[in-house]
């Protein structure tokens, strides 16, 4: 019986849809999974600037901090505003206090300030590809915790593809990739199956028609919210670890519903599945290891109770012998400040969408 955990980790996350909320909806419902990437996720990514990126990752990661989440993988998109988006990532975090791994989407799905949603696979690689690329190799060679990030194999020429994993390698991490999320992208399994690694991060693999190497990623709250499937994430012998896909990051909450997804599917699964999914995540940061999330409930170490005990709040954070957050309330910085600082930046980020 303990009223402590690790620090908790989200292993995906879009940082920059911390802002998202409230934004105009689009101009037409969307009916598909490809519509709702074009009516809303992309249309917010090209808005971002520095100001509103900086903004929304500080929102972020304090939520994540007051939910005992202490580290976080981040896959970033921002198309017109690329150069050094991934320092601005990580300063906002730094300020928060927590962990980072970061990467910039490479994708080809613009050419100049032309967006498209079919990609010719045997076309040359674009050049907003070459930036995201860049952007990626910058961070990393200047000492940034992170890996290469693509988008997705289905916004993505072949070449663009082979140039990502052939970087990776040489710079010795792996690839963060969104891989057959909807059916728009059910080739993927084909296409990256000769180019992944051991240390590859999949993300979602709803449609996923075959093994690859790598790590997945299950998203089951954004995986319902755009009604793409079930994952079905025990059908693989892939490590599986949990994220968010951008909709926070208060993983308890995730493993619950993690859970409660399994388990419609399979009434053999019990919560230690979700919960070790959960902890997977420390292979990323095995310093959360050290740190100690303190929580309002005294058998939080115990996935049984976890999965059926709503309302469990986390109390206090410590993170390299400083206490972060005491009495659910941020000790080095003005939580206040930055909802304001947020709210104001999701305003002008807004108004660019109407």
């Given at each position: 019986m303990?009223?402590?955990?690790?620090?908790?980790?989200?292993?995906?996350?879009?940082?920059?849809?911390?802002?998202?909320?409230?934004?105009?909806?689009?101009?037409r419902t969307p009916d598909s999974f490809l519509s709702v990437l074009e009516g809303i996720w992309w249309r917010l990514d090209a808005?971002?600037?520095?100001?509103?990126?900086?903004?929304?990752?500080?929102?972020?990661?304090?939520?994540?901090?007051?939910?005992g989440t202490t580290a976080i993988i981040d896959h970033h998109e921002s198309p017109f505003a690329i150069e050094?988006?991934?320092?601005?990532?990580?300063?906002?975090?730094?300020?928060?206090?927590?962990?980072?791994?970061?990467?910039?989407?490479?994708?080809?799905?613009?050419?100049?300030n032309h967006m498209t949603s079919v990609v010719d696979v045997n076309?040359?690689?674009?050049?907003?590809?070459?930036?995201?690329?860049?952007?990626?190799?910058?961070?990393?060679?200047?000492?940034?915790?992170?890996?290469?990030?693509?988008?997705a194999a289905f916004t993505c020429t072949n070449e663009t593809l082979d140039v990502v994993a052939k970087t990776a390698q040489e710079l010795g991490v792996g690839v963060h990739i969104h891989v057959a999320e909807g059916l728009d992208d059910a080739s993927a399994g084909e296409r990256l199956e000769p180019l992944a690694q051991d240390n590859w991060l999949l993300v979602h693999a709803v449609h996923l028609d075959r093994s690859l190497r790598g790590t997945i990623a299950h998203n089951p709250r954004s995986n319902m919210n755009n009604s793409v499937g079930y994952a079905?994430?025990?059908?693989?012998?892939?490590?599986?670890?949990?994220?968010?896909?951008?909709?926070?990051?208060?993983?308890?909450?995730?493993?619950?519903?993690?859970?409660?997804?399994?388990?419609?599917?399979?009434?053999?699964?019990?919560?230690?599945?979700?919960?070790?999914?959960?902890?997977n995540g420390e292979k990323f940061f095995p310093d959360v290891r050290n740190d100690v999330?303190?929580?309002?409930?005294?058998?939080?170490?115990?996935?049984?109770?976890?999965?059926?005990?709503?309302?469990?709040?986390?109390?206090?954070?410590?993170?390299?012998?400083?206490?972060?957050?005491?009495?659910g309330t941020p000790t080095q910085f003005d939580m206040s400040e930055i909802r304001t600082k947020a709210a104001e930046a999701a305003i002008r980020l807004h108004n660019q969408l109407k």
């Open positions: 303990s009223f402590t955990t690790n620090g908790l980790v989200c292993a995906h996350h879009h940082l920059y849809s911390s802002l998202a909320r409230g934004m105009p909806a689009p101009a808005a971002l600037d520095a100001d509103t990126l900086y903004w929304s990752a500080a929102l972020g990661a304090a939520e994540a901090l007051c939910n050094g988006s991934l320092d601005i990532i990580k300063d906002a975090c730094d300020m928060v206090g927590v962990r980072t791994n970061l990467s910039y989407g490479v994708t080809d799905r613009w050419r100049g076309a040359a690689m674009s050049e907003e590809a070459q930036r995201g690329l860049n952007e990626n190799i910058r961070f990393i060679k200047n000492g940034g915790n992170g890996m290469v990030g693509v988008h079905q994430p025990t059908k693989w012998a892939n490590d599986i670890v949990l994220g968010t896909d951008g909709i926070g990051a208060d993983m308890l909450e995730e493993s619950r519903l993690a859970y409660v997804r399994l388990r419609e599917h399979s009434i053999t699964e019990t919560p230690e599945t979700p919960w070790k999914w959960l902890s999330v303190t929580w309002s409930y005294d058998n939080v170490d115990s996935p049984w109770h976890v999965a059926f005990t709503p309302g469990i709040r986390c109390e206090s954070v410590v993170v390299n012998n400083i206490e972060l957050v005491r009495n």
